[in-house]
């Protein structure tokens, strides 16, 4: 692993695997069928992967790419046109019926891009040209390896907008099924309920940490407008009531459900409409910027995806049918930080002590992440400095952490930030697999 880390040093590229299992066939046909839509599964596993790694890249001490593409509907199209651009390798077939397919990018390229498309729709101050340069030294390693896994299907879990334009067309003639894969047929029903119920509210939480990401003037995001009066902070989950459910997709090797809500960005806008009215007191945003904040937004509909395991007393079925899954799996992992600034008794106080302490929970929550054990001698810490190729994906994993509110007590800021622990283990497990299949 030692001359894995120093061949990382030496490169200078992104590159991405995508991994998924196809399910063997009995006749040439079916078996030439198979390989193209593990082609198809390993393509967007790779799309989506690295999408994440790079929305998961930290800017500065605020801000992470996620908050950087919801500036504008043209940041985003742009982020994700760059991701699509990027080249694949040929696919790799082997006997157990996998494929493999490789995605590389320049971290240059990666920098020089967002620094343009900076430039050509960036309207905020709290991201600059040098933070984007800083990049290689926030990463703190030359490469960013993802890898991916999962059956082939011709239902995929959520991608980017309009991904699915570049990938390999479903084989002519396929009829599309939505068969349980066989690992969910051992959990009984209100246990698998439970689990799309968790992911749900997960993708619900993420659903509004993108809203508030969104920005109503060049000086003011949706979060800032939020924490500013007590009145707007307690109604602010009110911006995400009428979402609703887009996609379900069970995982077929591992008891790991995911859920993509939605909600159309009108009924977003009408909420904060109603929040400004009721109860802003400020001049810091006006219902003009609201009213402008639709305009640049243009696409319909915002979605979030969360995750979610069955109860923990369910574990022994995924267990039983050869998956080793840890006792935290099934868990909500969750820490508290605290902050304060000289100015707190005023509302730019209030907000960056909010922020110190978002910071310093999201420190105890990498330390506390980095602190489970997959085996009685390993734990993600270890499995992390020993696999440089899912390093960065579990740090996109730590970015999408979910911030609460942040209350005050004295010259003091509390927040609590929280991870399901089934995304952390989704990343592990999935490098385990191609591992254990390559060894």
């Known amino acids: 692993m030692k001359r894995v880390k120093s061949l990382v040093a030496s490169l200078s590229f992104i590159c991405v ?24 599964a390993a393509e967007a596993d790779c799309y989506r992967k690295l999408a994440e790694t790079v929305y998961g890249v930290k800017l500065n001490s605020e801000t992470y790419v996620r908050d950087f593409v919801t500036e504008s509907d043209e940041i985003r199209t742009s982020v994700n046109t760059f991701v699509k651009g990027i080249r694949l390798g040929r696919p790799r077939y082997f006997d157990d019926g996998t494929c493999e397919v490789d995605g590389e990018v320049t971290v240059a390229k990666l920098v020089r891009s967002l620094k343009e498309i900076h430039t050509k729709h960036y309207r ?3 991201v600059t040209t040098t933070d984007i340069q800083n990049i290689k030294e926030t990463l703190k390693k030359e490469v960013i390896r993802v890898t991916g896994a999962g059956a082939p299907r011709s239902s995929l879990p959520e991608l980017p907008e309009g991904f699915e334009d570049v990938l390999t067309p479903l084989p ?38 993108q809203i508030k990401g969104m920005r109503l003037n060049s000086n003011t995001l949706v979060r800032d407008f939020v924490t500013e009066y007590d009145e707007i902070s307690t109604e602010s989950r009110g911006m995400i009531n009428g979402a609703q459910e887009a996609h379900t997709y069970y995982h077929h ?8 809500m939605e909600i159309p960005v009108e009924r977003v806008i009408t909420k904060i409409k109603e929040l400004h009215t009721q109860h802003y ?5 006006t219902t003009t910027d609201i009213v402008n904040t639709k305009k640049t937004i243009k696409r319909k509909m915002i979605r979030a995806t969360g995750s979610a395991v069955p109860p923990s ?16 799996t099934g868990t909500r992992i969750k820490t508290t930080g605290q902050g304060t600034d000289p100015e707190i008794q005023t509302a730019q106080g209030k907000l960056r002590a909010a922020r110190a302490a978002e910071l310093d929970a999201q420190r105890k929550l990498v330390e506390q992440v980095y602190g489970l054990s997959i085996s009685s001698t390993t734990s993600v810490r270890d499995f992390v400095t020993e696999n440089d190729e899912i390093a960065t994906q579990v740090d996109a994993v730590l970015a999408g952490a979910v911030a609460g509110q942040a209350t005050f007590e004295g010259d003091i800021a509390t927040v ?22 390559r060894s």
């Open 281 to 285: 007191k400020g001049s810091r945003v």
């Open 313 to 328: 007393r369910f574990m022994s079925a995924a267990r039983s049918a050869g998956v080793t899954m840890p006792d935290w």
């Open 17 to 40: 695997f995508g991994a998924v299992v196809s399910v063997r066939a009995g006749d040439p046909a079916s078996d030439a069928q198979n390989k193209l839509l593990a082609k198809r």
């Open 253 to 260: 090797d591992d008891l790991i459900v995911e859920v993509t």
């Open 172 to 209: 002519d003639g396929y009829v599309v099924t939505r068969s349980m894969p066989d690992i969910w047929k051992t959990v009984p029903g209100q246990a698998r309920l439970k689990a799309v119920r968790g992911a749900r509210v997960d993708a619900m939480r993420r659903l509004l940490e």
């Open 124 to 126: 905020g101050s709290s």
């Open 416 to 437: 609590s930030v929280s991870l399901a622990a089934s995304n952390v283990w989704s990343v592990v497990h999935q490098q385990m697999l191609i591992v254990k299949r």
